[in-house]
């Protein structure tokens, strides 16, 4: 009985401290890096032990051993700060548990939505993680239950990158010649104590009325004055959220039934002006319309136009994740080692690589320090004509140039709340009429200075070498969907001592802004 795998189905909880913790973490989910160093068990001050509670507080034997998280102090765990995990073990077979050990892990990477978040408490697979202890247990008799407490000082807590804060997981295991005979699962909390700029939202507030209060309004005379009060006093309190950032979706019947224009103030003139959102792009059909006739006189990777360069005093790396056959992979220790560093990246993503790595994308989208670039629906070369790139052919008229940049520029202004302001063709490749509807579309055209992988073929010394190279104003493209390249491998040997030397990294975007 016991060599069996016996895990405790974790949707039953048996403890509130994982509720709490997804309650506490939902709105704080981003990056974070947390990686617990060996631990003492309690309360054996000379070594890990675990004391039989008497057998009459033992629950009846159910063939199985199971292990719970019974608390976390502190659930939200400042830097400086004691991480403390304490729980119960029951031996719920009919044989004495004696050569079992207590085994701590902890995430390797952090869960940046709540949907992987609800995925780990649920146990429903397994996580990259860090086994952070191994501890002999006292025998446990058939039918006992056990307590033990696990304290990891703040010294022992090799916390890096400060930037990524938020969830991690953590797991307790009580094995058996290191075979799980039993599992728990919580989550703990780093604050930092970062500063984290607000993301910029745009709220659209709905000035509206229910069924009911259009019927109260369709009254006339006959309506309940102090109804018809509230109705406008509740109206009168939306029209002034009117301000920059705030969007007011209003119902004209509500506004002509409330006598708009006598004593209530239209949205316009609530705290100055209402704000309007981004105009909407052109439409397919406008674009064809447009630049039907038109023709290119060039095909290239650099042109007037296309941002190959800025005046500021950084580096901008940018990172292709070019999707499709072969190329839907995630060079992940590269992502975790800029990420980790709180090294500014543009992250050049196209939807098939989204769509094959969805929760990474929202990781990267979380991230403070990532910008988020459009790389094409289909990484197609941009042209009118079709003119191929590396064998790839490209879009061949202004509507199929629409659809590589709108396609994707919607998804990912969908997923990640924020619509992309670059994009990179696949290949790199532009003539001048499609750099022309891109911009027309709102995008800045991305280029390059420096080549750091050759796209993803070079040996990590190369890479190494020439992202090393890279000074003020240089924009560097790699890849970070090649894990089995050496891109990564030049990357953690070349950043790190640009970061010595005291190179300053920026996302596109910042570069511009700067210079």
């Not at 952090?110 to 697979?125: P, Q």
């Not at 105009?279 to 006739?293: G, Q, T």
């Amino acid at each position: 009985m016991r060599n069996e795998v016996l895990i405790p189905a974790l949707r039953r909880h048996r403890s509130a401290v994982r509720a709490r913790a997804l309650s506490g973490i939902a709105a704080i989910i981003g990056c974070l890096v947390l990686v617990l160093a060996p631990v003492a068990l309690l309360p054996a001050p000379l070594g890990p032990t675990a004391a039989a509670l008497p057998a009459a507080d033992a629950p009846p034997a159910d063939g199985r051993v199971s292990v719970s998280v019974d608390s976390l102090a502190p659930e939200v765990l400042a830097s400086g700060q004691d991480l403390q995990i304490s729980g119960t073990i029951v031996n719920g077979t009919d044989e004495p548990l004696e050569s079992v050990d207590l085994v701590v892990q902890v995430q390797r990477s952090t869960e940046i939505a709540l949907s992987g978040l609800e995925s780990w408490l649920a146990d429903e697979g397994d996580a990259q993680l860090s086994t952070v202890i191994t501890a002999g247990l006292s025998a446990i008799e058939p039918g006992a239950t056990t307590t033990f407490a696990v304290t990891v000082p703040a010294k022992d807590l090799p916390l890096s990158g400060s930037a990524e804060w938020g969830p991690r997981g953590v797991q307790v295991s009580v094995t058996e010649d290191g075979q799980s005979l039993a599992r728990d699962r919580t989550i703990v909390v780093w604050d930092a104590g970062v500063a984290v700029s607000p993301t910029r939202v745009t709220v659209v507030v709905p000035v509206v009325a229910s069924p009911a209060e259009m019927n109260l309004l369709a009254q006339g005379d006959k309506a309940d004055p102090a109804a018809v009060k509230a109705l406008r006093t509740r109206v009168e309190g939306l029209l002034a959220l009117a301000r920059p950032g705030v969007v007011l979706a209003v119902d004209p019947a509500l506004m002509t039934a409330l006598g708009a224009g006598d004593d209530l103030p239209s949205p316009k003139d609530a705290d100055g002006a209402g704000a309007s959102p981004t105009p909407a792009p052109p439409s397919r059909e406008e674009i064809v319309a447009e630049f039907a006739d038109r023709r290119p006189a060039w095909f290239d990777m650099v042109g007037e136009g296309i941002v190959s360069g800025t005046a500021a005093g950084g580096v901008c790396l940018t990172l292709d994740a070019c999707g499709g056959p072969g190329g839907s992979g995630a060079d992940t220790a590269l992502i975790d080692m800029l990420i980790g560093d709180s090294v500014p990246f543009t992250a050049f993503l196209n939807s098939r690589w989204v769509e094959a790595n969805p929760d990474l994308t929202d990781r990267l989208a979380a991230c403070p320090t990532v910008e988020i670039g459009n790389h094409g629906t289909n990484h197609l070369p941009m042209s009118v004509t079709g003119a191929s790139a590396y064998g790839i052919p490209g879009t061949r008229d202004a509507g199929e140039v629409w659809d590589e940049i709108m396609g994707n520029q919607t998804a990912l202004t969908e997923r990640t709340g924020r619509a992309p302001r670059f994009f990179r063709p696949g290949t790199a490749h532009w003539d001048d009429v499609a750099l022309a509807i891109a911009a027309r579309l709102g995008l800045r055209a991305a280029g390059f200075s420096i080549n750091g992988d050759g796209g993803a073929t070079f040996p990590a010394g190369t890479v190494e070498a020439e992202v090393g190279r890279a000074g003020a104003g240089d924009v560097v493209i790699s890849h970070m969907n090649q894990p089995a390249a050496d891109t990564g491998a030049g990357y953690l040997a070349a950043v790190p001592a640009m970061l010595a030397a005291g190179t300053v990294f920026l996302t596109l975007s910042d570069a511009l802004a700067a210079g």
